[in-house]
């Protein structure tokens, strides 16, 4: 069974901490996303990768493919940062396999 | 920028009332996706599509329907609502570029039935 699997499910951080989520998946992959989702409901691509490792500002992903993991990390994190962060994933196709989010607080 | 956007942001309808939910994207993407969430279980894809007219079910297509008539618009209809259908819903859309798809979601719709 394609499954997606997130650590922490809730995360408390005092502003300026070092942040890592951590996503484990079970067969093969495509491509994974990391997706950033604010009190409201609407959900903003942060990261879609393959391979290797991407950054952009104070976030940066991860994803080790032989050993089926990804990991989202946030330097100097800041209040704004606090959301639910969610990793999906392509197992091969069209469709998205959701993990079921990591929710970030960020205290000042 | 891309823009996907859901017609109606927060809704309260009774159970056997018809709904519809309305998804517009201005990237002529070729896939569309309706998801619900829900706490603890994530988002689920209930169908979607990835030309006109074209449809396929996804995990938890029972109690819905979709209709795309044309490419900007996909739309979620709930046949006869029912309270286990109250969730939020999120529309997608994403260009299909080999492998590497980049998606695009809506605001949601918080749909409750009471």
């Known amino acids: 069974k394609n499954e997606v699997e997130q650590s922490p499910q809730n995360l408390t951080a005092q502003e300026g901490e070092f942040i890592t989520i951590n996503c484990s998946y079970s067969?093969?992959?495509?491509?994974l996303h990391w997706l950033q989702q604010h009190p409201g409901g609407g959900i903003v691509s942060l990261f879609m990768?393959?391979?290797g490792k991407k950054k952009h500002g104070r976030l940066i992903a991860t994803i080790n493919i032989q050993e089926k993991h990804s990991s989202l990390h946030i330097t100097a994190s800041h209040p704004r940062d606090s959301a639910v962060y969610i990793c999906?994933?392509?197992?091969?196709?069209?469709?998205?396999?959701f993990g079921t989010g990591t929710r970030l607080t960020i205290i000042p | 920028d891309v823009k996907v956007t859901q017609s109606s942001r927060y809704l309260v309808k009774r159970t056997g009332e018809k709904v519809f939910l309305e998804c517009v994207q201005d990237?002529?993407?070729?896939?569309m996706f309706w998801y619900r969430q829900d706490p603890g279980l994530g988002l689920r894809l209930i169908y979607f599509?990835?030309?006109?007219?074209?449809?396929e079910k996804g995990d938890i297509p029972e109690g819905y329907s979709v209709s795309r008539e044309k490419k900007e618009r996909f739309s979620l209809i709930l046949e006869s609502a029912s309270t286990n259908q109250t969730s939020m819903y999120l529309c997608?859309?994403?260009?299909?570029?080999?492998?590497?798809?980049?998606?695009?979601f809506g605001e949601g719709s918080w749909l409750t039935v009471v």
């Open positions: 990237m002529d993407h070729e896939n």
């Open positions: 999906a994933v392509h197992f091969g196709n069209e469709k998205l396999t």
């Open positions: 599509s990835y030309d006109v007219k074209m449809k």
């Open positions: 997608a859309s994403s260009f299909s570029q080999g492998l590497r798809n980049t998606i695009y």
């Open positions: 990768l393959s391979s």
């Open positions: 067969v093969g992959i495509s491509a």
